[in-house]
Nanobody
Framework: QVQLRESGGGTVPAGDSLSLSCTCS????????VTWFRQAPGKEREFVAG??????????RYTNSVKGRFTISRDNAKNTGYLQLNNLKPEDTAVYYC??????????????????WGLGTQVTVSS
C-alpha cells in the first residue's frame, strides 16, 4: 500500500520560511516524478513544483508565482521529497499536497497524471 505523508506546515508571518517534507512508503520515489500542489480556500488545486527522478534527468518545473522563492528537492535514500518555501507571501496560504506519478514534462501540472496523493499540510502566511 502506497502512503504519502506531508509535514512541516504551519503559520508564519510574511517573509518567513517553511520546509515541507513528503515521506513515502510502499514505492521508491527515485522512479517517479514527485510534485507539490496546493489548494487555497475556494480555489482549485494548483501545481507548485515537480521533479523527475535522477534516472530521468532530475528535471524540475515550477509555477511562475513561486520561481526564485520555492525549491523542490528529494532524498532518494530517505524516500522523501521536500519543498523549501522562502519569502512567503499571504497568497501562498493553502493546503500543500505531494503527489507521485510519471507524467511527461509538459503534463507536470495536471493533477490527473498522479497516482498517489498525501493528505496535505496547512501553510498559513499572515500579512
Amino acid at each position: 500500500q502506497v502512503q504519502l505523508r506531508e509535514s512541516g506546515g504551519g503559520t508564519v508571518p510574511a517573509g518567513d520560511s517553511l520546509s515541507l517534507s513528503c515521506t513515502c512508503s510502499g514505492l521508491t520515489i527515485s522512479n517517479y516524478v514527485v510534485t507539490w500542489f496546493r489548494q487555497a480556500p475556494g480555489k482549485e488545486r494548483e501545481f507548485v513544483a515537480g521533479q523527475r527522478g535522477a534516472g530521468a534527468g532530475g528535471t524540475i518545473r515550477y509555477t511562475n508565482s513561486v520561481k526564485g522563492r520555492f525549491t523542490i528537492s528529494r532524498d532518494n535514500a530517505k524516500n522523501t521529497g521536500y519543498l523549501q518555501l522562502n519569502n512567503l507571501k499571504p497568497e501562498d496560504t493553502a493546503v500543500y499536497y505531494c503527489a507521485v506519478g510519471r507524467p511527461i514534462f509538459s503534463a507536470f501540472d495536471q493533477s490527473s497524471m498522479y497516482y498517489h496523493w498525501g493528505l496535505g499540510t496547512q501553510v498559513t502566511v499572515s500579512s
